[in-house]
């Protein structure tokens, strides 16, 4: 069956270091991955997306790996700090697929001082 | 500017009760999208609107559920009768015309909770 799989567990990390989120798939091949961010009782922000033919794509202190061989996406966060606390989902997307975003259930990140 | 913005923030109604929600999307935006997270679950799609078509209308679980989009502006999915599994929270999302992998913007969320 299809599936994208989240680290389930919550990842506490202490400030300052760098957080590692993964997301692995199979029996699918987007053509983009999104990664959203979600704070509680809110609705999904989007941070960054990839294309299938990027390997990485570096935003201020984020950075997100695409290996479309190993069917997995790494999501870093440098320099943590308490305010990046939150659920991180990550979504699959296709070609001519509009926005129909397949997501992940996400991970939770704590950061603590 | 405005973001997407969902009416109501919370319902609480008894089983084979009508509720409508409602979605403001931000001005502009031609696409529209219904996602819904019950409990314990990831967020699934519900369904696509391209101004007020139906683009696709594949995630919708059952004829229980009705999504229309007047105008092309903002949306309606209204539930009749509700069922216990209906409880869950329902985003709404909207994004400019494709452009191939674009972000969606999404609203806070409804709350739904069948009793």
């Known amino acids: 069956s299809q599936k994208i799989e989240q680290n389930s567990e919550a990842l506490n990390i202490q400030e300052g270091k760098t957080a590692t989120l993964t997301c692995n798939y199979t029996?699918?091949?987007?053509?983009?991955l999104q990664w959203y961010r979600q704070d509680p009782g809110r609705g999904p922000v989007f941070l960054l997306l990839?294309?299938?033919?990027?390997k990485e794509k570096r935003k201020e202190r984020l950075k997100v790996t695409f290996d479309t061989t190993l069917k997995q996406s790494l999501f870093h966060i440098t320099a943590s700090q308490p305010a990046d606390s939150a659920t991180y989902l990550c979504?699959?997307?296709?070609?001519?697929?509009?926005?129909?975003?397949?997501f992940g259930a996400g991970t939770r990140l704590a950061v603590h001082p | 500017e405005a973001g997407v913005t969902q009416f109501p923030s919370h319902s609480v109604i008894e089983k084979g009760q009508t509720v409508t929600l409602r979605c403001d999307p931000i001005?502009?935006?031609?696409?529209l999208y219904w996602y819904r997270r019950v409990m314990g679950k990831e967020i699934k799609f519900l369904l696509h609107?391209?101004?007020?078509?139906?683009?696709?209308e594949s995630g919708m679980p059952n004829n229980r559920f009705l999504a229309e989009r007047t105008g092309g502006t903002y949306s309606t999915l209204k539930v009749q009768p509700a069922e216990l599994e209906d409880s869950g929270v329902y985003f709404c999302?909207?994004?400019?015309?494709?452009?191939?992998?674009?972000?969606?913007?999404f609203g806070q969320g409804t709350r739904l909770t069948v009793v």
């Open positions: 001005s502009g935006h031609d696409n």
């Open positions: 029996n699918y091949s987007p053509a983009y």
């Open positions: 979504a699959l997307l296709f070609s001519g697929g509009y926005n129909k975003l397949i």
């Open positions: 999302a909207s994004s400019p015309a494709y452009r191939g992998g674009t972000e969606a913007f």
């Open positions: 609107f391209v101004k007020e078509s139906k683009q696709d």
């Open positions: 990839i294309r299938e033919n990027e």
